[in-house]
Each structure stands twice: as structure tokens, then as C-alpha cells.
């Protein structure tokens, strides 16, 4: 390679190298809620095309839900649980398969479930189902493969997990299995590659996380230790190296590690586990989602004692680098993503309990190309441009072509460069 070219290229290197290549949000901006708000859904509720919000509140004992016009989110609509009910944490879901969301709720107040029916952005308290005692979370997923949604309920107090099998027409069927020892969260997918749903579990106090097969009863057929130190706390499956298979991570601490821990998928069960810290203290919350805009999943994980959150970039193999932290409410908790602002990026809502209100936080990276050299077209130049014209040049492609004379060589890094250095306008 001519002095010319090593020049351009080390160039090319170093501006990539000199900004940050972590998702970019808003500063936190607070929606006040109701006294301890616990869970937090994000869905279109009445049909316009906005993503609206659902927040429950503990105290008060009402789901408050929040209509969004043009990205502002409203003021909030109440929807009184009962007293003593304890709302808790909600799903928002097509539960009886009419096209539009329902919303299903714990009231740990009473130990069981409620579906709220959605017609036409209007909630109709539906059945009330009983679960196992002091119910904490809630996961949705396809258990039998008839394209209705079921949901698990982690019971923390009768240490079980209650399955809720829908019929296809909306009426949820309860039954249960041990989940060892304070469960603290699920997660439903095919995790040991038969094609059978499982269910994943977070066994806090055995510090591990169980697969519960779904062609064996929910027997445990692998555990996943966590940190010998560590307790796992909340879990979610996402492919995280993009090849089809559904793998977890799960959000463990103790007094001096903060993890969020992950397990790749084989195709037949899990492989080893993977630390990454959170730069958070007891991270207890955790969410997947392409928070950037590159086409691979990346984690937001909530800290309950630093009272911040965390959003983790995920290299595209399913490694990811330390959280990049933000200061959320609180005793943040739960966490719903969505595009809130219709700009095409997954914003981030927080539900912080003892502050009483949520956190929003708007992504950036949605905002399209501000420029020709924004290859990424995430509203920024930054390292992932530089590294989508390298590769698009070394491969012969005519995208990298950008003086436009029909061939790639010297000029066309030149005028990549100078595009780069001129920056967004």
C-alpha cells in the first residue's frame, strides 16, 4: 500500500476511533405518576399510530394510562383496580385476538391476575385469575404454538411459576411448577432447540437460572449459575448474535459485582456465561432491544441503589461493552421500550417507585442520515460509519463509490473523508 493510501486509511481510523459508539438518548425527562408505580407497558391503545403508555400504581391501586398526539404523552386516564388490589406489574397484549392491545395486570393484593379488555381504546375489566402468593413478574410468550399469547407469573412467596394457557379466545387457564427458591423473573422461548417452548427462570436465592423444559413438564433440564457471589434478578430472551435462536440475559448482583450476564444458544441448550458490568449498583431490571439502529440487540438494565440505568452496546456477536449510565428516579424498576416520538428509535421508559414517577428517555438514534458519509444513518458520524465504508469498499462494492466515477480507489476515500470531517450540518 502507497504512502497516499496508509495516510487516508489511518485517518479513516482515527476519526472513527475519536467519538463514542454507544446508543445516544435524551437527558431523562420525568411523567409524574401515581404513589409507587411498579409496572410500566408501551403499546398503541386506541388505534391512531402513536405508542401510548400504561403505568400501574401500587398505593392507589389503578393503572393509569397515558395517550400519546404526535409524540406528547397526555395526561393520564385512571383505571381503578379495587382496593387492596395492589397493581403491579402489566403486560400490554392481544390477549383475546380482535387487533387491538389489552393490557394484562398483577394485583399482588390479592394474588392473581386481571385481563383488561381494549375496545377501541376503552378497558373493560375481564376475569380475574388466582395465581401462586406474592406475585412480582409477568412474561408473555406462545407456550403451545397456537398463536396465541400465554403468560408466566413469577410467584415469589409459593417459590412457583403459574402458567396461564390461553384458549385462543381470551380465557387464560392456570397451572403451576416449582421454581426453586424466591423466583424473581421468566422468560418463554425455545431454549434447547426441539422446537418446544420452554420456560426460563431467574432462582434468585439458588443464585442460578433454570430452563424448564416444555416437553418434559417444566422439569429443569440445565441450570445457568450465575457469579458464585451474584443473585439473578430479572431475565429476557432476544437473539442477541442474530443466528435465529432466542438466548438470555439476566440481571445479577451483589454488594460489589454488577452484571448483566448472558448465555448464548446452541441449538441444543445453553452455552457458557458472559459478564458484562453495568457500572450500576443492584441492578435488578433488564430489557433487550436495538436501541442504535445497527440491526443487532442491545440491553438497558435499572439499578436500584444508584438510582440510574444503563444501556449496553452489543458489538454484533453477542458480547457487549460496560453500561453507559444515565440517572433515571428513585428505586428505578421496570423498564418498557418503544417509539414513543415516531422517529424510528426505541425509546426507553422507567418506572422509578419511590420517586413516583417514570423516566423517558428518547433515542436519538432514529433520527435518519445527516449526511452522505452517515452510513449508519443514526443522525451521526461516528466509528460505525467508518467501519460501513471500509468494509463496503474492501468488498468491492459500488455503495463505496463516492465520487462517482464507476470505481473504487484513492478518490473515493478522499471524498468519504471529507464528507466525514465536514460533519452533520
Not at 369 to 381: M, Q
Not at 391 to 406: H, K, Q
Request: charged share 15%; hydrophobic share 40%; aromatic share 6%.
Amino acid at each position: 500500500m502507497n504512502t497516499k493510501w496508509k495516510t487516508q486509511f489511518t485517518l479513516l481510523a482515527l476519526a472513527g476511533s475519536a467519538v463514542s459508539a454507544a446508543p445516544i438518548f435524551t437527558a431523562g425527562t420525568t411523567v409524574p405518576a401515581v404513589s409507587r408505580p411498579s409496572g410500566v407497558t408501551l403499546a398503541d391503545f386506541d388505534g391512531d399510530g402513536d405508542v401510548d403508555m400504561a403505568v400501574t400504581a401500587d398505593n392507589m391501586d389503578k393503572i393509569n394510562i397515558y395517550l400519546n398526539t404526535a409524540g406528547a404523552l397526555g395526561a393520564p386516564t385512571p383505571i381503578l383496580t379495587g382496593p387492596g388490589t395492589g397493581a403491579d406489574d402489566l403486560i400490554a397484549a392481544d390477549v383475546d385476538l380482535d387487533g387491538d392491545m389489552d393490557l394484562v395486570v398483577i394485583l399482588k393484593g390479592i394474588d392473581a391476575v386481571r385481563i383488561y379488555t381494549n375496545t377501541g381504546g376503552v378497558f373493560t375489566p375481564g376475569a380475574t385469575i388466582s395465581v401462586g402468593q406474592r406475585p412480582i413478574d409477568l412474561a408473555a410468550g406462545d407456550l403451545n404454538g397456537d398463536g396465541a399469547m400465554d403468560f408466566t407469573v413469577s410467584n415469589r412467596d409459593t417459590e412457583d411459576i403459574t402458567v396461564l394457557t390461553n384458549n385462543g379466545a381470551g380465557v387464560l387457564s392456570p397451572s403451576s411448577f416449582a421454581a426453586g427458591s424466591e423466583p424473581r423473573s421468566s422468560a418463554i422461548g425455545d431454549f434447547t432447540g426441539d422446537g418446544i417452548a420452554d420456560i426460563a427462570v431467574s432462582d434468585h436465592d439458588n443464585r442460578i437460572v433454570n430452563i424448564h423444559s416444555g416437553a418434559a413438564g417444566f422439569a429443569v433440564v440445565q441450570g445457568l449459575p450465575v457469579s458464585p457471589a451474584n443473585r439473578p434478578d430479572g431475565i429476557v430472551a432476544a437473539d442477541l448474535n442474530g443466528d435465529g435462536l432466542l438466548d438470555l440475559a439476566a440481571a445479577s448482583s451483589d454488594n460489589a459485582f454488577n452484571f448483566a450476564s448472558v448465555w448464548l444458544n446452541t441449538g441444543a441448550g445453553m452455552g457458557g456465561r458472559a459478564d458484562t458490568m453495568v457500572n450500576g449498583s443492584n441492578v435488578s431490571g433488564i430489557a433487550a432491544a436495538d436501541l442504535d439502529g445497527d440491526g443487532d440487540i442491545d440491553l438497558v438494565t435499572t439499578h436500584t441503589d444508584s438510582n440510574t440505568m444503563s444501556t449496553l452496546e452489543n458489538t454484533g456477536a453477542g458480547f457487549f461493552l460496560g453500561g453507559v449510565t444515565a440517572p433515571a428516579g428513585i428505586r428505578p424498576g421496570n423498564i418498557a421500550i418503544g417509539d414513543l416520538d415516531g422517529n424510528g428509535g426505541s425509546d426507553i421508559a422507567i418506572v422509578n417507585r419511590d420517586s413516583n414517577d417514570v423516566s423517558i428517555y428518547m433515542n436519538q438514534n432514529g433520527a435518519g442520515a445527516c449526511s452522505v458519509a452517515d452510513l449508519n444513518e443514526d443522525g451521526e458520524l461516528n466509528f460505525f460509519d467508518v467501519s460501513a465504508f471500509l468494509s463496503t469498499f474492501s468488498a468491492g462494492d459500488l455503495a463505496a463509490d463516492f465520487n462517482g466515477d464507476g470505481l473504487l480507489n484513492f478518490f473515493d476515500v478522499s471524498a468519504f473523508l471529507s464528507a466525514f470531517t465536514a460533519g452533520c450540518p
